[in-house]
Protein backbone atom coordinates (compact mmCIF):
# COMPACT_ATOMS: atom_id res chain seq x y z
CA UNK A 1 0.00 0.00 0.00
CA UNK A 2 1.59 3.42 -0.72
CA UNK A 3 1.79 5.59 2.27
CA UNK A 4 0.45 9.24 2.05
CA UNK A 5 2.59 11.71 1.80
CA UNK A 6 2.33 15.24 3.34
CA UNK A 7 4.25 18.67 1.89
CA UNK A 8 5.10 20.90 3.99
CA UNK A 9 5.23 24.97 4.25
CA UNK A 10 7.67 26.36 7.10
CA UNK A 11 6.63 29.90 7.69
CA UNK A 12 9.53 31.64 9.66
CA UNK A 13 13.14 30.87 8.77
CA UNK A 14 15.07 31.12 11.65
CA UNK A 15 16.38 28.53 14.76
CA UNK A 16 13.52 26.89 16.15
CA UNK A 17 12.43 26.56 11.84
CA UNK A 18 15.67 24.62 11.60
CA UNK A 19 14.49 21.96 13.79
CA UNK A 20 10.97 21.61 12.48
CA UNK A 21 12.87 21.14 8.92
CA UNK A 22 15.18 18.34 9.99
CA UNK A 23 11.73 16.42 11.75
CA UNK A 24 10.16 16.81 9.02
CA UNK A 25 12.94 15.69 6.78
CA UNK A 26 13.43 12.27 8.25
CA UNK A 27 9.24 11.70 8.88
CA UNK A 28 8.83 9.26 5.96
CA UNK A 29 5.50 10.80 5.38
CA UNK A 30 6.61 14.32 4.92
CA UNK A 31 8.37 16.22 2.28
CA UNK A 32 9.06 20.34 2.54
CA UNK A 33 7.75 21.84 -0.50
CA UNK A 34 7.95 25.36 0.80
CA UNK A 35 9.52 27.85 2.60
CA UNK A 36 8.29 31.32 3.63
CA UNK A 37 9.95 34.67 6.06
CA UNK A 38 9.88 37.98 5.94
CA UNK A 39 13.37 38.21 4.02
CA UNK A 40 13.90 36.01 1.32
CA UNK A 41 17.89 35.94 2.45
CA UNK A 42 16.82 33.57 5.07
CA UNK A 43 14.49 31.17 3.20
CA UNK A 44 17.27 30.77 0.95
CA UNK A 45 20.04 30.41 3.67
CA UNK A 46 17.61 27.95 5.13
CA UNK A 47 17.00 25.97 2.10
CA UNK A 48 20.70 26.08 1.44
CA UNK A 49 21.34 24.53 5.07
CA UNK A 50 19.08 21.85 4.47
CA UNK A 51 19.97 20.95 1.07
CA UNK A 52 16.31 22.28 -0.27
CA UNK A 53 17.05 22.94 -3.72
CA UNK A 54 13.64 22.09 -5.34
CA UNK A 55 10.90 24.38 -2.86
CA UNK A 56 8.75 26.62 -3.19
CA UNK A 57 10.56 29.90 -1.69
CA UNK A 58 8.44 33.10 -0.53
CA UNK A 59 8.02 36.27 1.74
CA UNK A 60 4.23 36.72 1.56
CA UNK A 61 2.52 33.70 3.22
CA UNK A 62 -0.88 34.28 1.29
CA UNK A 63 1.06 33.19 -1.72
CA UNK A 64 3.15 30.29 -0.12
CA UNK A 65 -0.10 29.00 1.22
CA UNK A 66 -1.35 28.93 -2.44
CA UNK A 67 1.80 26.46 -3.19
CA UNK A 68 0.74 23.40 -4.95
CA UNK A 69 0.79 20.49 -2.50
CA UNK A 70 0.64 22.04 1.12
CA UNK A 71 -1.07 20.09 3.71
CA UNK A 72 0.76 21.08 6.81
CA UNK A 73 2.05 24.68 7.89
CA UNK A 74 4.82 24.74 10.58
CA UNK A 75 4.25 28.71 12.25
CA UNK A 76 7.81 29.53 13.22
CA UNK A 77 7.78 33.53 12.99
CA UNK A 78 7.14 35.35 16.67
CA UNK A 79 5.01 35.19 18.70
CA UNK A 80 3.07 38.49 18.10
CA UNK A 81 2.32 37.14 14.51
CA UNK A 82 1.48 33.93 15.05
CA UNK A 83 -2.62 34.76 15.38
CA UNK A 84 -2.66 36.38 11.80
CA UNK A 85 -0.58 33.38 10.90
CA UNK A 86 -2.67 30.40 12.29
CA UNK A 87 -6.25 32.38 11.52
CA UNK A 88 -4.59 32.48 7.53
CA UNK A 89 -3.14 28.94 7.62
CA UNK A 90 -6.24 27.43 8.78
CA UNK A 91 -8.35 29.36 6.41
CA UNK A 92 -6.75 27.37 3.78
CA UNK A 93 -7.35 24.70 5.02
CA UNK A 94 -4.18 23.67 6.69
CA UNK A 95 -2.92 21.42 9.23
CA UNK A 96 -0.62 23.36 11.72
CA UNK A 97 2.41 23.08 14.16
CA UNK A 98 2.41 26.13 15.95
CA UNK A 99 5.25 27.36 18.00
CA UNK A 100 4.67 28.68 21.57
CA UNK A 101 3.46 31.04 22.34
CA UNK A 102 0.23 30.53 20.58
CA UNK A 103 -0.90 34.23 20.98
CA UNK A 104 -0.18 37.68 22.61
CA UNK A 105 -3.96 37.71 23.99
CA UNK A 106 -7.68 36.12 24.66
CA UNK A 107 -8.76 37.91 21.91
CA UNK A 108 -6.19 36.59 19.25
CA UNK A 109 -6.73 33.19 21.08
CA UNK A 110 -10.63 33.07 20.44
CA UNK A 111 -10.12 34.23 16.65
CA UNK A 112 -7.50 31.14 15.82
CA UNK A 113 -9.73 28.57 18.25
CA UNK A 114 -12.45 29.40 16.15
CA UNK A 115 -10.95 29.77 12.39
CA UNK A 116 -8.91 26.04 13.72
CA UNK A 117 -12.89 24.92 14.47
CA UNK A 118 -14.68 26.33 11.36
CA UNK A 119 -11.77 24.82 9.24
CA UNK A 120 -11.73 21.14 11.50
CA UNK A 121 -7.74 21.20 10.77
CA UNK A 122 -5.51 19.38 13.22
CA UNK A 123 -3.00 21.34 15.67
CA UNK A 124 0.21 20.44 17.69
CA UNK A 125 1.52 23.59 19.86
CA UNK A 126 5.09 23.08 20.67
CA UNK A 127 4.95 22.31 23.98
CA UNK A 128 7.83 19.93 23.08
CA UNK A 129 9.33 19.14 26.81
CA UNK A 130 6.26 16.89 26.49
CA UNK A 131 8.22 14.50 24.53
CA UNK A 132 11.69 14.93 26.09
CA UNK A 133 12.42 11.17 27.93
CA UNK A 134 12.27 12.30 31.44
CA UNK A 135 9.06 13.93 31.09
CA UNK A 136 7.66 10.96 28.89
CA UNK A 137 8.81 8.60 31.48
CA UNK A 138 7.39 10.79 34.47
CA UNK A 139 3.94 10.63 33.18
CA UNK A 140 4.21 6.71 32.45
CA UNK A 141 5.35 6.32 35.85
CA UNK A 142 1.83 8.79 37.10
CA UNK A 143 -0.19 7.10 35.07
CA UNK A 144 0.50 3.91 36.66
CA UNK A 145 0.25 5.33 39.80
CA UNK A 146 4.05 4.88 40.99
CA UNK A 147 3.52 7.93 43.11
CA UNK A 148 -0.09 7.83 43.72
CA UNK A 149 -2.40 10.81 44.17
CA UNK A 150 -0.84 13.85 43.03
CA UNK A 151 -1.21 16.75 45.55
CA UNK A 152 1.52 18.84 44.61
CA UNK A 153 3.57 20.36 41.63
CA UNK A 154 6.54 22.51 41.63
CA UNK A 155 7.87 23.50 38.02
CA UNK A 156 10.45 25.91 37.16
CA UNK A 157 11.80 28.12 34.05
CA UNK A 158 15.20 28.85 35.20
CA UNK A 159 17.17 30.56 31.73
CA UNK A 160 18.26 33.83 31.51
CA UNK A 161 17.09 35.05 28.08
CA UNK A 162 19.16 37.57 26.11
CA UNK A 163 20.77 38.96 22.99
CA UNK A 164 22.16 35.48 22.59
CA UNK A 165 18.24 34.60 20.93
CA UNK A 166 17.51 36.03 18.02
CA UNK A 167 14.11 36.44 19.43
CA UNK A 168 14.79 38.77 22.14
CA UNK A 169 15.03 41.30 20.50
CA UNK A 170 11.28 41.61 19.64
CA UNK A 171 10.67 39.05 22.75
CA UNK A 172 11.86 41.49 25.45
CA UNK A 173 9.41 44.45 23.85
CA UNK A 174 6.31 44.63 26.57
CA UNK A 175 3.42 44.97 23.30
CA UNK A 176 5.39 42.44 21.19
CA UNK A 177 6.73 39.46 24.20
CA UNK A 178 4.41 40.35 27.05
CA UNK A 179 5.59 38.67 30.01
CA UNK A 180 8.36 36.04 31.09
CA UNK A 181 5.63 33.32 31.40
CA UNK A 182 4.52 34.20 28.26
CA UNK A 183 7.57 33.92 26.08
CA UNK A 184 8.96 31.52 27.90
CA UNK A 185 7.77 30.66 30.93
CA UNK A 186 4.97 28.73 29.38
CA UNK A 187 6.70 25.30 28.82
CA UNK A 188 6.83 25.15 32.58
CA UNK A 189 3.34 26.36 33.12
CA UNK A 190 2.36 23.72 30.55
CA UNK A 191 4.68 20.78 32.41
CA UNK A 192 2.84 21.43 35.74
CA UNK A 193 -0.31 20.73 33.71
CA UNK A 194 1.20 17.31 32.36
CA UNK A 195 2.62 15.88 35.08
CA UNK A 196 -0.52 17.05 37.70
CA UNK A 197 -3.01 15.05 35.25
CA UNK A 198 -2.89 11.59 36.10
CA UNK A 199 -4.21 10.44 33.17
CA UNK A 200 -1.34 9.20 30.34
CA UNK A 201 -2.27 11.42 27.21
CA UNK A 202 -4.13 14.16 29.40
CA UNK A 203 -3.00 17.19 31.16
CA UNK A 204 -4.70 18.50 34.30
CA UNK A 205 -6.51 21.88 33.69
CA UNK A 206 -6.42 24.98 36.19
CA UNK A 207 -9.31 26.25 38.46
CA UNK A 208 -7.30 29.31 40.08
CA UNK A 209 -4.26 31.05 39.67
CA UNK A 210 -2.30 33.70 41.82
CA UNK A 211 0.64 35.42 40.64
CA UNK A 212 3.46 37.68 41.72
CA UNK A 213 6.13 39.19 39.82
CA UNK A 214 9.46 40.52 40.43
CA UNK A 215 13.17 40.30 39.73
CA UNK A 216 15.89 42.91 39.09
CA UNK A 217 16.26 42.35 35.16
CA UNK A 218 13.02 45.04 34.04
CA UNK A 219 14.58 48.06 32.57
CA UNK A 220 18.49 47.23 33.05
CA UNK A 221 20.57 47.53 30.36
CA UNK A 222 23.45 45.46 31.91
CA UNK A 223 23.30 42.01 30.29
CA UNK A 224 24.57 38.84 31.56
CA UNK A 225 25.47 36.23 28.78
CA UNK A 226 25.49 32.59 30.38
CA UNK A 227 27.56 30.65 27.29
CA UNK A 228 30.50 32.99 28.00
CA UNK A 229 30.27 34.38 31.50
CA UNK A 230 30.34 37.87 30.13
CA UNK A 231 28.42 41.15 31.29
CA UNK A 232 27.61 43.88 28.78
CA UNK A 233 26.47 47.30 29.60
CA UNK A 234 24.04 48.96 26.91
CA UNK A 235 22.30 46.47 25.68
CA UNK A 236 18.31 46.76 24.67
CA UNK A 237 16.34 46.54 28.54
CA UNK A 238 13.73 43.74 29.34
CA UNK A 239 10.71 46.15 28.78
CA UNK A 240 8.83 43.39 31.91
CA UNK A 241 9.99 41.72 34.84
CA UNK A 242 12.18 38.54 34.62
CA UNK A 243 10.12 37.04 37.84
CA UNK A 244 6.96 35.51 37.45
CA UNK A 245 5.73 33.38 40.34
CA UNK A 246 2.13 31.48 40.01
CA UNK A 247 0.41 29.31 42.20
CA UNK A 248 -2.37 27.41 40.96
CA UNK A 249 -5.46 24.94 42.15
CA UNK A 250 -6.18 22.23 39.83
CA UNK A 251 -9.14 21.03 39.02
CA UNK A 252 -8.29 17.59 40.51
CA UNK A 253 -7.45 19.35 43.63
CA UNK A 254 -3.68 19.52 43.21
CA UNK A 255 -1.78 22.57 44.34
CA UNK A 256 1.46 24.12 41.67
CA UNK A 257 3.74 26.57 41.95
CA UNK A 258 5.23 27.45 38.68
CA UNK A 259 7.82 30.46 38.22
CA UNK A 260 9.59 32.06 35.11
CA UNK A 261 13.24 33.53 36.17
CA UNK A 262 14.67 35.17 33.40
CA UNK A 263 17.12 36.88 36.12
CA UNK A 264 19.27 34.10 37.10
CA UNK A 265 22.68 34.25 36.67
CA UNK A 266 23.30 30.78 35.82
CA UNK A 267 22.82 27.96 32.94
CA UNK A 268 19.48 27.09 32.22
CA UNK A 269 18.12 24.78 34.29
CA UNK A 270 14.14 23.00 34.96
CA UNK A 271 13.98 21.92 37.89
CA UNK A 272 10.88 19.53 38.18
CA UNK A 273 9.63 18.53 41.96
CA UNK A 274 6.14 15.86 41.76
CA UNK A 275 4.55 14.89 45.17
CA UNK A 276 2.21 11.67 45.33
CA UNK A 277 0.49 10.19 48.61
CA UNK A 278 2.67 7.30 47.54
CA UNK A 279 5.93 8.60 46.18
CA UNK A 280 8.22 11.90 45.03
CA UNK A 281 10.02 12.79 41.88
CA UNK A 282 12.79 15.45 42.14
CA UNK A 283 13.59 15.90 38.57
CA UNK A 284 15.33 12.37 37.31
CA UNK A 285 15.08 10.80 41.03
CA UNK A 286 12.37 8.92 42.52
CA UNK A 287 10.95 7.40 45.66
CA UNK A 288 8.06 5.43 44.88
CA UNK A 289 5.78 2.50 46.99
CA UNK A 290 6.65 0.32 44.27
CA UNK A 291 10.19 0.06 45.56
CA UNK A 292 9.43 -1.29 49.19
CA UNK A 293 12.01 -0.74 51.75
CA UNK A 294 13.93 1.82 49.32
CA UNK A 295 16.69 3.40 51.23
CA UNK A 296 17.95 5.81 48.63
CA UNK A 297 16.72 8.14 45.71
CA UNK A 298 16.83 5.81 42.58
CA UNK A 299 17.62 7.67 39.53
CA UNK A 300 16.82 7.48 35.99
CA UNK A 301 19.25 7.79 33.83
CA UNK A 302 17.54 9.02 30.84
CA UNK A 303 17.84 12.79 29.11
CA UNK A 304 16.66 15.82 31.32
CA UNK A 305 15.84 19.11 30.32
CA UNK A 306 19.08 20.63 30.73
CA UNK A 307 19.56 23.22 27.43
CA UNK A 308 17.42 26.51 26.07
CA UNK A 309 19.29 24.79 22.76
CA UNK A 310 16.78 23.90 20.26
CA UNK A 311 18.89 21.30 18.95
CA UNK A 312 18.71 19.13 22.09
CA UNK A 313 14.59 19.61 22.29
CA UNK A 314 12.76 16.55 20.89
CA UNK A 315 10.82 17.97 18.05
CA UNK A 316 11.20 14.67 15.84
CA UNK A 317 9.10 13.34 18.70
CA UNK A 318 6.66 16.10 18.37
CA UNK A 319 6.61 16.07 14.71
CA UNK A 320 5.91 12.52 14.25
CA UNK A 321 3.36 12.35 16.77
CA UNK A 322 1.51 15.08 15.22
CA UNK A 323 1.86 13.16 11.62
CA UNK A 324 0.32 10.00 12.62
CA UNK A 325 -2.20 12.15 14.52
CA UNK A 326 -3.23 13.12 11.24
CA UNK A 327 -2.95 9.71 9.34
CA UNK A 328 -5.08 7.97 12.32
CA UNK A 329 -7.37 11.26 12.10
CA UNK A 330 -7.28 11.94 16.04
CA UNK A 331 -6.46 14.97 18.40
CA UNK A 332 -3.18 15.81 19.57
CA UNK A 333 -2.78 15.94 23.60
CA UNK A 334 -1.19 18.74 22.19
CA UNK A 335 -3.73 20.68 20.13
CA UNK A 336 -4.56 24.17 19.66
CA UNK A 337 -7.70 23.82 22.00
CA UNK A 338 -4.96 22.08 25.18
CA UNK A 339 -2.59 24.99 24.80
CA UNK A 340 -4.88 27.97 24.93
CA UNK A 341 -6.01 27.01 28.38
CA UNK A 342 -2.03 26.60 29.56
CA UNK A 343 -2.00 30.56 28.07
CA UNK A 344 -5.35 31.89 29.42
CA UNK A 345 -3.41 30.79 32.72
CA UNK A 346 -1.19 32.99 31.57
CA UNK A 347 -3.48 36.02 31.05
CA UNK A 348 -5.17 35.10 34.03
CA UNK A 349 -2.10 35.97 36.16
CA UNK A 350 -2.25 39.61 34.37
CA UNK A 351 -5.36 40.31 35.53
CA UNK A 352 -4.22 38.82 39.07
CA UNK A 353 -1.27 41.65 38.48
CA UNK A 354 -4.44 44.11 37.65
CA UNK A 355 -6.45 43.57 40.47
CA UNK A 356 -4.05 41.71 43.65
CA UNK A 357 -6.89 38.90 43.48
CA UNK A 358 -6.90 35.69 42.70
CA UNK A 359 -8.38 34.99 39.01
CA UNK A 360 -10.96 32.08 38.81
CA UNK A 361 -10.94 30.12 35.37
CA UNK A 362 -12.35 29.74 32.50
CA UNK A 363 -11.91 33.00 31.35
CA UNK A 364 -11.41 32.16 27.68
N1 LIG B 1 9.31 25.19 21.32
C1 LIG B 1 10.49 25.64 21.71
O1 LIG B 1 11.17 25.06 22.52
C2 LIG B 1 11.00 26.92 21.10
C3 LIG B 1 12.36 27.23 21.10
C4 LIG B 1 12.78 28.43 20.51
C5 LIG B 1 11.85 29.30 19.96
N2 LIG B 1 10.53 28.97 20.01
C6 LIG B 1 9.51 29.87 19.46
O2 LIG B 1 9.57 29.84 18.04
C7 LIG B 1 9.22 31.12 17.52
C8 LIG B 1 10.39 31.61 16.64
O3 LIG B 1 11.55 31.68 17.45
P1 LIG B 1 13.04 31.58 16.85
O4 LIG B 1 13.93 31.32 17.97
O5 LIG B 1 13.07 30.71 15.67
O6 LIG B 1 13.22 33.10 16.38
P2 LIG B 1 14.15 33.68 15.26
O7 LIG B 1 15.41 32.92 15.15
O8 LIG B 1 14.20 35.16 15.49
O9 LIG B 1 13.33 33.39 13.91
C9 LIG B 1 12.11 33.99 13.60
C10 LIG B 1 11.93 33.92 12.08
O10 LIG B 1 10.67 34.49 11.73
C11 LIG B 1 10.85 35.47 10.72
N3 LIG B 1 9.90 36.58 10.88
C12 LIG B 1 9.94 37.58 11.81
N4 LIG B 1 8.87 38.39 11.70
C13 LIG B 1 8.18 37.90 10.65
C14 LIG B 1 6.99 38.31 10.01
N5 LIG B 1 6.30 39.37 10.44
N6 LIG B 1 6.56 37.58 8.96
C15 LIG B 1 7.23 36.52 8.52
N7 LIG B 1 8.39 36.07 9.07
C16 LIG B 1 8.85 36.76 10.13
C17 LIG B 1 12.26 35.98 10.93
O11 LIG B 1 12.60 36.77 9.86
P3 LIG B 1 13.67 36.86 8.73
O12 LIG B 1 12.99 36.35 7.50
O13 LIG B 1 13.96 38.32 8.70
O14 LIG B 1 14.86 36.04 9.14
C18 LIG B 1 13.00 34.73 11.34
O15 LIG B 1 13.42 33.98 10.22
C19 LIG B 1 8.93 32.01 18.73
O16 LIG B 1 7.56 32.01 18.98
C20 LIG B 1 9.68 31.32 19.86
O17 LIG B 1 9.14 31.55 21.14
C21 LIG B 1 10.10 27.81 20.55
Same mark, same amino acid.
Given at each position: MVQPQYGVLVHGAGWVAGEHIKAFQKNPHTRIVALSSRRMESVVQRANDFGMTDIGMYTDLEKALQ? #????IVS?????? !?HAENVIAAAGAGKHLVIEK?? /??SLEEIRAMRDAVRQAGVKTVVS? !?????PLFSTLKNLIAQGA?????YVETDYQSNIA??? /???????LKEKGVSAMLVAGCHALDAARWFAG???DKAARVTEVFAYYGG?? #?? =?TREYNYYTGEWADNRPP????GLEVYMLKFENGALGKVSAN?? =??MPYTFPIEIFGDRGTVKDNRIWS??????KGWIEIPTILP???? !?????FQGEIDHFVDCILNNRESHCNLEDAAHTHEIIFAAQQCYATGQPVRLPIL
Amino acid at each position: MVQPQYGVLVHGAGWVAGEHIKAFQKNPHTRIVALSSRRMESVVQRANDFGMTDIGMYTDLEKALQH #KGVDIVSICTPQH !VHAENVIAAAGAGKHLVIEKPI /ANSLEEIRAMRDAVRQAGVKTVVSF !VLRWNPLFSTLKNLIAQGAFGNIYYVETDYQSNIASWW /AGFSEARLKEKGVSAMLVAGCHALDAARWFAGPEQDKAARVTEVFAYYGGWR #KG =CTREYNYYTGEWADNRPPLEYEGLEVYMLKFENGALGKVSANYD =CIMPYTFPIEIFGDRGTVKDNRIWSHLFPGQKGWIEIPTILPTTAD !VGHHPFQGEIDHFVDCILNNRESHCNLEDAAHTHEIIFAAQQCYATGQPVRLPIL
